[in-house]
């Protein structure tokens, strides 16, 4: 399946680490999907399942996000940068509950709310994993 | 000029990537300092990346440092691959902060994004050093330090003077620390200590 440019949504992006790796990430295993890697361009989605939708709880801060599953496919853009990444949904997140109203900028412009975690792979391929976080907009 | 934008070189404009793979194709060794400027890597992102060289394939390794011979890493990913990795004059190097490579040990783990190069190393574009960013819930509070659940698994995060900062609820990054409270959930971006699995900490952001 290719990623696509219809635009599905807009937020902060965050980042997190999967699968067999270093650090803390040694007990984070491979996701809701088993097969999260940090190392492969893969993502986090707040409504992955019914279950996952009961922990993240975006419509809480006003993100009615709709049900995408393990495999489908997006297309993150940085806000403002223009750095587009690939990625595939492997795992349930970011929660969403706790950070409502949180917000993230570039150049003036603001996006809010966490709505998609990125591997360390795919963070990086648009932003400094520094950060921590970035505004994107999402398109599939 | 920051090395994510354009300088010129011999005529021609370089930029980020085609600097450092050119730096790496001719042996740069100079670690730590720019003929460019600054390396810090958020400030690479600042400003509008420029379009990457497509001649030039981006690459990315992920493992623990195992030697370090010079200015290349050698680095045992975690599912069995091997990378080596150079530095070069237009590497950023993060470890809790914006850092030279002299910070670098055997035995770190790394992130590093670069370009791959012909004899199969990584000229390196960013490394980041032991960072970690993770979602946890505020199970302690001490002077010096914050006990943390993340996972099933405790860990100590340790506030660094001069260096930790928190955002509550997104707010501006302030070093006071004194409105964190127990049973608060908080992402924290900091650097794992190999030797005991702890962190410090780089920054806190509070949630609800």
């Given at each position: 399946m290719a990623c696509g440019s219809t635009s599905l949504w807009a937020g902060e992006a965050t980042w997190f680490c999967c699968g067999n790796a270093w650090g803390s990430c040694?007990?984070?295993?491979?996701g809701a999907c088993g097969t999260c890697q940090s190392s492969k361009h893969m993502a986090a989605w707040p409504n992955l399942s019914a279950a996952c939708y009961d922990i993240t709880r975006p419509d809480l801060c006003g993100e009615g996000m709709p049900r995408r599953t393990c495999g489908a496919v997006m297309n993150v853009k940085h806000q403002c940068s223009g750095a587009t990444v690939c990625v595939t949904l492997a795992d349930c997140g970011p929660r969403t509950k706790s950070f409502c109203g949180e917000a993230t900028c570039c150049n003036g412009a603001c996006r809010t709310n966490r709505v998609i975690d990125l591997t360390p792979s795919a963070f990086s391929a648009i932003g400094s994993l520094s950060s921590g976080k970035l505004p994107v907009y999402i398109y599939e | 000029m920051s090395p994510s934008q354009h300088s010129e070189s011999g005529g021609r404009r370089l930029d980020r990537r085609r600097f450092l793979t050119t730096a790496a194709i001719g042996g740069a060794t100079i670690v730590g300092a720019s003929a460019l400027g600054g390396l810090d890597a958020d400030a690479a992102f600042a400003?509008?990346?420029?379009?990457?060289?497509?001649?030039i394939p981006a690459a990315f390794a992920e493992g623990r440092i195992v030697a370090i011979n010079r200015n290349v890493l050698d680095v045992a990913g975690s599912h069995g691959e091997r990378y080596l990795i150079q530095l070069t004059n237009a590497t950023s190097v993060w470890k809790?902060?914006?850092?030279?490579?002299?910070a670098i040990e055997v035995g770190d783990g790394l992130y590093a994004r670069g370009a791959a190069m012909p004899d199969g190393t990584i000229a390196a574009d960013a490394v980041w050093v032991n960072i970690v960013n993770v979602y946890v819930t505020i199970r302690g509070i001490a002077k010096d330090r914050l006990h943390l659940q993340h996972g099933s698994a405790e860990v100590v995060g340790h506030i660094v003077p001069d260096t930790t900062t928190a955002s509550y609820l997104g707010g501006a990054l302030t070093a006071d620390l004194s409105k964190t409270r127990i049973g608060q959930e908080a992402q924290v971006l900091g650097a794992w200590r190999?030797?005991?699995?702890n962190i410090d900490i780089a920054r806190v952001s509070l949630g609800h």
């Open positions: 040694g007990s984070a295993g491979t | 400003e509008p990346m420029p379009s990457l060289d497509t001649a809790l902060r914006t850092t030279t490579a002299e190999p030797a005991d699995g």
